[in-house]
């Protein structure tokens, strides 16, 4: 099996996201490095902890970096609940984070795994950033980086320009996006793209598991949210990144682009600015941008997820 290190803020699509990796026969979650993000450090472990409960999963939790390297933190508990799992006030795990910090478990891991390890970042770069000053040849023992990030053609959703996880740190994701020769990057105006349609959600949580019973309440919050302002699509960023990282082959459209962070600018800072110019990208560019995927099988992954018993 395919060693998989996610690195999330869970949050809820964080958190559905698991439910993916976790049921996947094909990859091992090796564990679990924690990003402050969605809402602060202490909850974003907890959930972490929690969401290997429900699954009856003994893989380590390794808590990282508290906050973004240069700025203080805008959170997004509107959007996930003051907990970050949509404030249905579980009793909390039992299990303890691991001593080790993750920026160090992602080294540690990279060298176990050299060569094969699935990284997937589900939050902002910050815990990958650490990891880079300490040890800037990760990427080489890295098989493949999977980002869930940015906004390639412009159109945010922390800000005009600018997606949560790189506008919550983009000196990290400089760091990051610059450090690795190539990534693959599922970004927000993808999430719009490959909406789960609320009425499908819906039935999908019918299901008599306790994944789906967990993440329908976890998640019924957020789903008000956003199908009061965005219409008939729930946008769930991460499941669609971690169905990528899973299973490439069903990406129907991929693009190889130059990409570079915004860290600077008075109304694009976090912004991800992608070089378009098809001669520009010819010796090929950073980015492996996923523009299309199969729709079908990335909503069948999700439905099977939450079945799983
Ligand atoms: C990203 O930001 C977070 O709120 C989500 O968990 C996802 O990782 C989407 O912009
Ligand atoms: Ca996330």
Not at 36 to 45: F, I, S
Not at 161 to 186: K, M, Q, R
């Amino acid at each position: 099996r395919i060693p998989l290190l996610i690195d999330t803020d869970p949050g809820v699509d964080d958190a559905l996201a698991l439910l993916m990796a976790f049921n996947d026969p094909r990859h091992e979650v090796v564990g679990l490095t924690i990003a402050a993000g969605n809402v602060g450090l202490a909850h974003t472990v907890a959930n972490a902890l929690k969401i290997c409960d429900v699954v009856g999963a003994d893989v380590p939790v390794f808590a990282g970096c508290a906050s973004p390297l240069l700025h203080p933190a805008v959170d997004a508990a509107y959007v996930h609940g003051q907990d970050g799992l949509g404030d249905v006030g579980h009793a909390p795990s039992q299990r303890q984070a691991e001593s080790e910090h993750a920026a160090l478990a992602i080294l540690r891991l990279s060298h176990q795994y050299a060569g094969q390890l699935l990284l997937v970042a589900l939050g902002p770069l910050t815990n990958l950033a650490v990891a880079l000053k300490l040890d800037p040849s990760l990427p080489s023992r890295i098989a493949r980086l999977v980002v869930m990030g940015g906004a390639v053609t412009g159109h945010g959703n922390m800000t005009a320009h600018a997606e949560f996880n790189i506008a919550f740190d983009p000196e990290a994701a400089h760091i990051v996006l610059s450090a690795f020769a190539h990534f693959e990057l599922v970004d927000w105006e993808a999430t719009i793209s490959h909406g789960l349609p609320h009425g499908e959600v819906l039935r999908w949580l019918d299901a008599d598991s306790p994944r789906a019973k967990f993440f329908e309440a976890i998640s019924r919050k957020t789903r008000e949210w956003s199908a009061d302002r965005r219409g008939d699509d729930w946008y769930a960023a991460d499941a669609l990144a971690m169905a990528h990282a899973l299973e490439p082959e069903s990406a129907l459209d991929v693009a190889r682009r130059v990409l570079v962070v915004e860290t600077e600018g008075r109304h694009t800072r976090g912004a991800t600015v992608v070089d378009w110019r098809v001669e520009q990208s010819d010796a090929g560019g950073n980015a492996s941008i996923l523009l299309r995927y199969d729709r079908p099988r990335f909503q069948r992954r999700v439905q099977a997820a939450l079945a799983a018993t």
